[in-house]
């Protein structure tokens, strides 16, 4: 097997199988978005279905079923797959743009189906940027 990777790269993808337990059986959307992000990185660094699957502890046609779920999201601009594996992506850059927790905070915002906790988040960030809370700015306005 010739990788087109290097190794650090390889040890990161590693990393980050293992720092996001995606080895385990697990079916919930993220993970199944961040298994596939990754079967087409490695792929396309020149690994075999079977090689990945062996880092996944997954047989080839599952891999290959991985791939046809990458295509998909891609094709259809998934949002979804897009926040699951924003964070991987930068990893696999080495540039974690999740190093600013302002940045952090609104990609957990937009991630959120709860808008109470959304506005909170948001109320936090407000007040981060313009150093006064947004209650204040209300109370000011009315």
Known sequence: MKLLIEEDYFNKVL???????????????????????????????????????????????????????????????NKGFEFAVIELANELKGDNIFEDPLVMDIHKALSLNNCRECKKILRTLFKSLTGISHRKIQNLLT
Request: hydrophobic residues 30%; proline residues 0%.
């Open 15 to 77: 990393d980050i199988i293992n720092d996001y337990e995606l080895i385990k059986q697990d079916r919930k959307a993220n993970k199944v978005y961040q298994r596939s992000y990754l079967y087409h990185y490695l792929y396309s660094k020149g690994m075999t279905l079977q090689e990945i699957g062996k880092l996944f502890k997954r047989n080839h046609a599952t891999v290959l079923n991985g791939l046809k779920v990458y295509k998909q999201m891609m094709e259809t601009n």
